[in-house]
Structures are given as C-alpha cells and as structure tokens.
C-alpha cells in the first residue's frame, strides 16, 4: 500500500477545506514548488485514493460472501 508525503496530506487538506477550486499555479506557490511537482502529487494522491476506494469494496464484498 502506498502512503502519501506531508506535503501530499498538506494539498489533500488544503483542497478539502477549500471554498471553490484551487488551481496548480496557487498550490505550487503555496507549497514553493514547480506546477509539474504539483501535477505528480495529484497523480500520486489520486493513485492513493484508488487504492483505497479498492481495498474497501473488497473488503465489502468479503462481508457480503460471509453472510
């Protein structure tokens, strides 16, 4: 499974709390890094939240089978 860096759970937070959207520019000056830095993180994030999205519908369907 993979984890994400502080500034990777740092975006994720940033966006979550976010009022409208934010974009690669306004992030990248936040975090003092390049606009591709930005775009691998958002891979990487959503990379992340996939596995998850799968580990729990596996994990469903594991209860469902027991019942």
């Known amino acids: 499974m993979i984890s994400l ?3 990777q759970v740092h975006i994720v937070e940033k ?3 976010a ?3 934010i974009n690669v520019k306004e ?3 936040m975090f003092e ?3 591709r830095t930005v775009r691998y993180d958002l891979d990487y994030i959503e990379a992340f939240f ?3 999205k ?3 519908g596996k994990k469903a ?3 469902e089978s027991a019942c």
């Open 33 to 35: 890094v390049s606009d």
């Open 54 to 56: 799968y580990l729990i």
């Open 50 to 52: 996939e596995g998850i």
């Open 15 to 17: 966006l979550m709390a």
């Open 61 to 63: 369907k594991k209860r």
């Open 27 to 29: 992030l990248s000056a």
């Open 5 to 7: 860096t502080g500034r």
């Open 19 to 21: 009022a409208s959207y």
